[in-house]
């Protein structure tokens, strides 16, 4: 999704804007540009394309200003061209925008009644029109006056000829301000911003910032505020650092050390009990919902709790009726996912108590919720999510562990070993890349299994078509025969997870429902099928055993997308924090 990027300060900006911006590459973007201050003037320089052209593109540009601002583009309001692309400049005002105004159409014609001819499909030069239009003695004003009546979400960092200050504002976006000496970064994304920085400013909704070399000052409704920066330790990594060939491939190596983390720090601790809610929502999109899936799996059958797991876009809009002692829990990677923050407001505003499970600290999930656990995974770069669905899950785990009423002693045993377990399985290569291989040249696959191991396939096939581009559907193997299965033909890929005794039985019934109209199945479980291709984990105990299956399809997804010549680290159309709705 869109990346924001700004510096003021002592330095030239040139490398440190590019440096930003790479830094947001991994969220995935369409085209990119900069814009900053040449004799009192903001100049633009932008292009469709990779962080790469840009650069190449400012190597012959001699720029001395140490006052810039700078921006990745995911298209929403017109193609991912270079016009389109951000920074947008109207008259004096030069902006770049993260978000989505939603009564854009109004607003244009507004703004072309009053004489402006915009350049570009963006709903975002019509923001920049707005504040050029509106009425106000400072630029303060007219950004109050330009953004009251707007709808949807901005981050917006503003430049105006003649100034030498950067103005900051969002609304339902993400944008933090890192304060250094006589320096301040701005950016969607706290990863972007240099590591040496420790004290952040973190915007409440409508609050303006004025950024100048030596100071800040916080606005909110025309008042100026107090507002003190938080300090903020970063993490030590560097993903300069790694020596994988893809981040996602690292990202999968670290499921055990991530595991080993999260059980040292939690199973120390005493986690929100969850025994005195009547009802537990589960909430979240993509991947933190399918790991909401394998948390609801749990409780039910382990905690015996009443749960509903919902996708956020679909929560937001429904009519809930709540019980009084209803919980909501909020899975989000990055914190900032619109959907799921808008989920959060809606159960908080019916007075319902929240807990996220999120990874990115600080982020707006992580804030506003009553109570948050964070997933502890470090920082996760590729687009497709996988350290941090093992965390979510393991969160999930230990949630439901804690209200066992048998066999706790002997699942803490468990515990203890699953890290290696999982190390083990992700020896398995060469079983994984058998799988790939029958994967690859196919044009479709099919993700079947019951209860907890169709939780496992959906996010199975999630990340199969994601990251190969392999048309791919998670199916209840039982719900196969209802109409799905007029589609199996000779050698249709079915990948079969069955790792569920109770269920056993029937899933190898389906197995041979699929088998007996040609197609080719391939199996992980835990117990022998017979099947010619399968993958035969350890047996673990129940409670834990689905964490097993986790590695051997990420890993099977991405070796199918190696094979197939993906960008495996940027999938096209995706990005990584999605904060828009
Ligand atoms: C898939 C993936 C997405 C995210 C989804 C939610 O690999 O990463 O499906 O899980 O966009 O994002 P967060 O967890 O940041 O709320």
Redesign the pocket.
Known sequence: MCGIFGYIGPKPVKKILIDGLEKLEYRGYDSAGIAFMNQKKAEVIKNAGKVQLLKEKLDSVEIVSTIGIAHTRWATHGQPNSINAHPHKVGNITLVHNGILENVSEKRIWCEQKGITFQSETDSEVIAALIYLAKGNTMLEKIETALQDIKGSYALAILCDGEEKIYVTRKDSPLLIGIGEKECYLSSDLSAIPKDIVEYLFLEEKDIVILEKDHFKVYQNGKEKLKQPEKIKREEKNIEEMTYEHKMLKEIEEEPEVITRILNHYLKKQLPNLEKYSEIHIV???????AGEIGKYLLETYAHKKVLCEI?SEYRYKNILYEKDTLVIL???????AD?IAAMRKAKESGIQTLSIV??LNST?ARESDQVLYTLAGEEIA????K??VAQVLLFSLLTYQMLKEEKEKIREEYSKLSFYIKKTLERDQEFKEFAKILYTKKQVFFIGRQIDYALAREGS??LK?ISYLFSEAYPAGELKHGTISLIEKDFPVLTIVTDSSIFEKTLSNIEEVKARGANVLTITNQKTGNLLEIVLPKIHPFLQFFLVIPCLQKIAYDTAKLRNCPIDQPKN?????TVE
């Open positions: 979240g999109c993509g991947s933190a919902y399918y956020a899975v989000s990677q990055s914190g900032e996912t799921t990874n990115v999930i687009v497709a999510t996988t941090v669905y999630l990340k994601e995706l990005a990584k924090s999605v």
